[in-house]
């Protein structure tokens, strides 16, 4: 269409010959909306073959024109581009005025409350489209896994659970597409339950100062946004197929975008992943096979003052859970962890087996906004969340395939955001948000209730501004205040209730007694602030320092409050506390962040107080029918967490880079001294990469990755008796295993298909060196040896 | 303008709506149902001595009560006895009888009988699942000289079968029980 625009515009513009042609055409490019130069529109004079770009100020200057009509092109990367006519008549000055907003509406309708930086004064780490389809047979905990300060705590390979900066669960909110993922995340075996091929783009806010979504993320936040859909005529897709050797599976993923000018668009996306067992080097990991099922939908219409949207998504997951792992108590363990290979190997199959997990997430969501000339953008936003989580476990008789845990968890949502800009300097946002919740713990299962039945009601008001000082200085502050009131029923052992002195200190909340449990109805009220305060300094162009000091209150999670009774898979008695308050994190990061085009890095130093903070330890060992069980508790205390996370790269050349990743985080409890339990050991990621963008744009990257032992742990170890032997031997839960050093290759090409389409070919290989290593944060870790070498080949088709 | 009022009125109903249709119902008590709260085996005697019982019990499952062992009394010197295991779940009414699926499974468990090496006892299987491997809630004890020492039973869930012992099985531990016996 505009090459069409720019030949009529051509065939138009005949020049004249006869003329004295030293006269210059001087003037500005404006935004049509709201007046604002456009910097870096580009002018091109028809004829005459000049290109000139607009500078800062939207300013531009066109010399040696002749006394006569020209034509001109105008265009800008975020405004249709436009042709003008234009009469030279001595030295002339003209204003173009341009329709800047496909981008802006664009930002309106993906970022609903925010803008497009979510946080001005906290380094943002961002995973761009080509890393993330780098993962796209892996999850979300593996993609954001390859971050600076971001480890990992799984369950296996397939339960990946983000850590950020040590922290991880209810402390790591999660923004997928606008919508805070309500999926039983307390849970260290519960993994986000998103599809990772939905999101175009994700940034990591390290720490809770993206007060917008909310006051509680003491860890972070994680948000995922879909692609921007630009407002023109167009349909085009992609699809990804990639195929691994290690679990002998595939994925495949393929979206497709219809967009007509009038601002309609739609987009529908599914992903399958099929795996059978995964390796270690030396042996099969039994019964860790997944299957995944997702699909989503989005339609909207995207206009330039106002726009409504609705999506879709469906998420189901199956996973294995490594049979070597389902062991009794501390005798069991004892066995478990002495044995150098699992207990159990059986052949490779695709077949899941008990125990497994079976989870559904359902989240559909609609939003619209509307700009008003006078006080700024509204935008308003309800959500649907319906999350089942299905636990089964290796049962007896009748019961073997009911499952062990049936959770449908509930969440409806409603937000109400006003984007305001006061003047081009101090910006304002502010919002509410009311939320219903509602978990279900279905009786059927013949298994007393992990979770108890609850509802939970929130309600949340906030407030950002930020006010830019000069070139240089940007100011921000927020507050946010959040109420939950929480109404629980819930079924305790007469003998735990007794023994933890319930009897007498909570006799109000009894509802009913039965013969050895009794039916409790406790009720929460949470007052909770948070805010944000912070400055972003640039200087010398290439450098940048932010500062941030950010106060979160997190209501403590029903696991904290209720646990009561046997956690399987690791094998222990876990109690909750039913008297915790909030914890209240105060962080300070620093930043200093250089941005050059033959070297880089950023530094980000933080401190992290937690308050109240709940740790879960251990306290005795419980004898019971099945052997004996170490009993884990949970108490709040005052924790300090302290790291740094390094960035750095260095361009050799054009086509050769080298980059490094380097994070340490400590964690202790400043109340009872010693360090804190499952603290990611440092680690560093140092990557050679070489692109050649004439090659088939060819890309090679070789990557070493060192994780150290960590050598600050609790000590949990524990003797118990084994008849066998006639004497007692150590249950070694605590010793972290060794450091351990992979190799990992990636290479891609780009073959043209045709006018539109085109291929990208990948071949990539993990742990080239078939090294056995076992992950500190991974719970299984007692078990098995963790992922052998991995071929994965990978097919991009863009259409 | 007019859209966005509908909607936020029918996002609003529909909040409405979902919150009204909760019911105040307090939830259904769960009484587990495949947990063992009692193992009691009973070894009668071959002569006129008497029948002696172990039972270990432990009605709050994994709460915090430990489990309650009695043995009722010592074990007749150069006596054979045939001895038989019942579990069941008291935390139903009446009791559920546990040892009628494990027998039923009988291919996917397997009892184990450790003696401690200062206590003079034997003991042998006498009950098989179908592939002729032991199952071993049935068994023959013999008791041998005066002596005293403990008795372990371990029942394990999905055992290698077969097996040559306890060091070998893997599976899950169901039941782990130490009684102190004597010979006399």
């Known amino acids: ?799 | 303008m007019k859209t966005i009022k509908i909607l936020s009125l029918s996002v609003l109903a529909s909040i409405a709506l979902a919150s009204c249709s909760s019911d105040d119902d307090t939830p259904e008590i769960v009484n587990e149902e495949e947990v063992i709260t009692t193992m009691t085996v009973t070894l009668t005697p071959d002569d006129d001595s008497d029948v002696i019982t172990l039972q270990t019990r432990d009605l709050d499952g994994d709460g915090s009560d430990d489990p309650v062992i009695t043995v009722s009394g010592p074990l007749s010197a150069g006596t054979a006895y045939d001895g038989v295991i019942v579990l069941l779940n008291e935390t139903e009414d009446p009791a559920e009888d546990i040892t009628e699926e494990v027998e039923e499974e009988s291919d996917e468990h397997q009892f184990f009988y450790t003696i401690s090496s200062g206590l003079d006892v034997t003991t042998e299987y006498a009950n098989f699942d179908e592939d002729g491997n032991p199952l071993g809630t049935e068994f023959t004890l013999t008791a041998g000289e005066v002596s005293s020492g403990t008795i372990t039973f371990t029942l394990r869930h999905e055992p290698t079968k077969p097996n040559d012992g306890i060091d070998d099985a893997g599976g899950e531990t169901d039941i782990l029980a130490t009684y102190s016996v004597s010979v006399e």
């Open chain 1, 1 to 799: 269409m505009r090459i069409y625009a720019l030949m009529v515009l051509l065939l138009l513009s005949i020049p004249s010959l006869s003329q004295s042609c030293n006269n210059t055409l001087s003037g500005k490019v404006i935004d049509l909306h709201d007046g604002t130069a456009l910097e870096g529109a580009m002018i091109i004079v028809a004829a005459t073959e000049q290109v000139i770009t607009t500078d800062s100020y939207g300013r531009f200057s066109i010399p040696n024109l002749c006394n006569q009509t020209y034509a001109i092109q105008i265009s800008h990367p975020y405004c249709l581009t436009d042709g003008y006519k234009v009469k030279i008549n001595g030295a002339t000055d003209k204003t173009f005025y341009l329709e800047h907003h496909l981008e802006e509406l664009n930002e309106v309708i993906l970022n609903g409350k925010s803008q497009n930086q979510k946080s001005n004064t906290v380094f943002e780490n961002k995973l761009s489209k080509d890393k993330i389809e780098q993962f796209s047979n892996g999850s979300l905990g593996d993609a954001l896994n390859s971050l600076s300060g971001v480890s990992s705590l799984n369950t296996g390979n397939t339960v990946v659970k983000p850590i950020i900066n040590g922290l991880h669960s209810s402390r790591v909110v999660l923004i997928n597409n606008g919508v805070r993922m309500e999926d039983q995340e307390w849970g260290v075996e519960h993994a986000p339950n998103l599809d990772i091929n939905t999101a175009e783009n994700i940034t990591l806010i390290k720490g809770a100062s993206a007060i917008q979504y909310s006051g509680d993320a003491i860890a972070g936040v994680i948000i995922t946004e879909p692609e921007k859909i630009f407002v023109k005529d167009s349909l085009y897709g992609k699809t990804l197929v990639s195929g691994s050797t290690n679990g002998r599976g595939s994925t495949v993923t393929s979206k497709l975008t219809k967009s007509y000018d009038n601002g309609w668009f739609g987009t529908v996306q599914g992903t399958l992943k099929r795996y059978g067992d995964f390796e270690a080097p030396d042996y099969v990991l039994s019964n860790t096979g997944t299957f995944e099922r997702n699909a989503s939908l989005r339609v909207g219409l995207n206009r330039f003052n106002y726009g409504i949207e609705g999506y879709y998504s469906f998420y189901k997951n199956e996973i294995g859970i490594l049979l070597a792992s389902h062991i009794g108590g501390a005798e069991d363990q004892v066995r478990a962890i002495n044995s150098s290979i699992p207990l159990v190997i059986n052949d490779f199959t695709y077949e899941i087996a008990y125990p497994k997990q079976d989870i559904t997430h359902n989240l559909a969501r609609l939003k619209a906004f509307k700009k008003f000339e006078d006080f700024g953008k509204v935008n308003l936003q309800y959500d649907f969340q319906q999350n089942h989580r299905l636990e089964y476990d290796i049962r007896v008789g009748d019961d073997s395939d009911t499952p062990s845990l049936d959770l449908v968890l509930k969440t409806h949502t409603l937000l109400l955001d006003l984007d305001s800009k006061f003047s081009d300097k101090t910006t304002l946002k502010t919002g509410i948000m009311a939320r219903y919740q509602d978990n279900f713990a279905d009786p059927s299962t013949g298994v007393r209730r992990l979770i108890p039945d609850y509802e939970k009601y929130d309600i949340g008001i906030y407030g950002i501004t930020s006010f830019q000082l000069n070139d240089n200085w940007l100011a921000e502050a927020g507050a946010r205040f959040d109420y939950t009131y929480m109404d629980v029923y819930k079924f305790y052992r007469t003998s735990f209730w007794e023994e933890r002195n319930y009897d007498e200190l909570f006799p109000e909340i009894v509802v009913e007694e039965y013969d050895n449990q009794i039916l409790t109805n406790p009720q929460y009220n949470f007052y909770n602030v948070s805010g944000t305060l912070g400055t972003t300094y640039t200087f010398d162009n290439d450098y940048k320092i932010f500062f941030n000091y950010s106060l979160a209150s997190r209501v403590p999670n029903p696991s904290e409050l209720f646990s009561e009774g046997l956690h399987h898979s690791a094998s222990r008695i876990e109690l909750g506390g039913l008297q915790f308050t909030s914890e209240i994190a105060h962080k300070i990061s620093l930043t200093l962040e250089k941005n050059g085009d033959v070297f880089g890095f950023s530094a980000q130093p933080f401190i992290n107080n937690i308050n109240d903070f709940i740790v879960i330890e251990p306290t005795e060992v419980e004898q019971t029918i099945r052997g004996n069980f170490q009993v884990w508790e949970y108490r709040q205390t005052n924790a300090q967490l302290l790291g740094i996370d390094v960035d750095a790269y260095y361009a050799f050349t054009n086509n050769f880079k080298f980059k490094n990743q380097f994070s340490l985080v400590k964690g202790y409890d400043r109340s009872e001294g010693g360090p804190l339990i499952s603290m990611p050991p440092v680690n560093t990621t140092n990557e050679i990469t070489y692109e050649n963008p004439k090659v088939n744009n060819l890309k090679l990257a070789l990557q070493s990755e060192f994780v150290f032992r960590q050598n600050e742990y609790p000590n949990n170890n524990f003797e118990v008796y084994i008849a066998e032997s006639e004497s007692y031997e150590l249950v070694d839960v605590s010793t972290p295993p060794d450091a351990y050093h992979l190799l990992n290759f990636r290479s891609s090409m780009d073959f043209k298909v045709n006018q539109k389409s085109n291929l990208t070919v990948g071949l990539n290989v993990t742990n080239i060196l078939n090294t056995s290593y076992r992950n500190y944060l991974n719970s299984l870790r007692y078990y098995a040896d963790d992922l052998g070498r991995n071929f994965l080949l990978n097919l991009k088709f863009n259409y």
